[in-house]
């Protein structure tokens, strides 16, 4: 009956299933996928295990919750808090530091892997999903994840018919002719709803008849604050131009005729227009321009070069 009204239709499970390309057992995709969010500074971080866990609002932005915790772990390294964070341009902006990626607005649904992400964690040839070169497996690249809250994972989709099977993949790796013509293993799971009944005994058909609706966070999105003045960065810009130790004076024509380029004019006034193939052959021509006048300047002038792009970049949303 709410067919045609998307506004009305209520949301009872959530599967997403894919190509992750990062291990399941420890990662940031796991983790953020698991406890909702990334970062020592958004909440929590660096949860390993094959259990959920389901914190309220409040202890999830605590900063005691996130000291007790470790640090993420992918693929055998550590990953530093601060390549969690969202947006950065790598200068130590003050404004970015603390930009981490928004909390998922699932994640008070208990979101869990439906493979146990223990399997194949200390022998890939015991379990993988992809086998590119022979011998050379990697578990856990292909995985499924669903809302604990309202589903139940009963089976899993068996890797592999016979063990000579798998031992064929290891010897000659993927794609292999005629059944497996990608370099993944296809996945699968079944699932049953989650009912008020306490006993996994219960007749599907009743439990059917109740369905709980998941739990969906409203995310605000942020706006971006502009810094309050642009006069320091318009100053620091002029004096760069000026003492700038270009190698010569094609050079400093090279940058005069960037940074003077007027580009509000290859960019639509609507933002729901895309740019002509035209417009976007022009912006290609001047980040070539860009590139190559860093790549051919002199160690002492590219420093000075970047930073005058970066600052012409700066003052031009104003």
């Excluded at 290859?266 to 860009?290: H, V």
């Amino acid at each position: 009956g709410n067919s045609g009204n998307k506004k009305n239709l209520k949301l009872n499970g959530l599967i997403i299933a894919g190509d992750f390309n990062c291990e399941l057992q420890s990662s940031a995709c796991s983790t953020y996928l698991r406890i909702g969010r990334l970062g020592k500074k958004g909440g929590l971080g660096g949860v390993h295990g094959p259990s959920a866990m389901v914190m309220p609002p409040k202890i999830l932005e605590s900063e005691e919750a996130a000291e007790v915790l470790n640090p993420i772990i992918e693929f055998g390294h550590t990953i530093d808090d601060t390549c969690l964070m969202a947006n950065s341009d790598n200068d130590n902006n003050s404004n970015n530091k603390h930009n981490y990626e928004d909390p998922h607005p699932f994640r008070r649904n208990s979101m869990v892997s439906a493979y146990p992400p223990q399997l194949g964690q200390n022998n890939p040839k015991q379990h993988f999903t992809y086998c590119a070169n022979p011998y050379r497996p990697v578990a856990g690249l292909d995985q499924i994840w669903y809302s604990g809250y309202s589903l139940t994972r009963i089976a899993l989709r068996k890797m592999f018919v016979t063990s000579q099977c798998k031992q064929r993949i290891l010897q000659n790796g993927l794609p292999l002719a005629p059944n497996y013509p990608s370099d993944h293993l296809p996945i699968g799971a079944v699932f049953y709803w989650n009912g008020p009944y306490n006993t996994t005994t219960a007749k599907q058909e009743q439990r059917c008849h109740y369905r709980r609706e998941l739990m969906i966070d409203k995310i605000e999105p942020k706006v971006s604050q502009k810094p309050k003045s642009p006069i320091m960065a318009y100053a620091e810009l002029d004096m760069l131009l000026v003492t700038c130790p270009y190698d010569n004076d094609e050079q400093r024509i090279e940058l005069e005729s960037i940074i003077n380029f007027n580009i509000g004019n290859l960019i639509p006034t609507n933002p729901r227009e895309k740019p002509s193939k035209e417009q976007l052959q022009e912006l290609a021509a001047l980040r070539k321009r860009k590139t190559d006048l860093i790549l051919n300047a002199s160690e002492s002038a590219r420093i000075v070069l970047q930073r005058i792009l970066k600052l012409k970049k700066n003052v031009a949303a104003y």
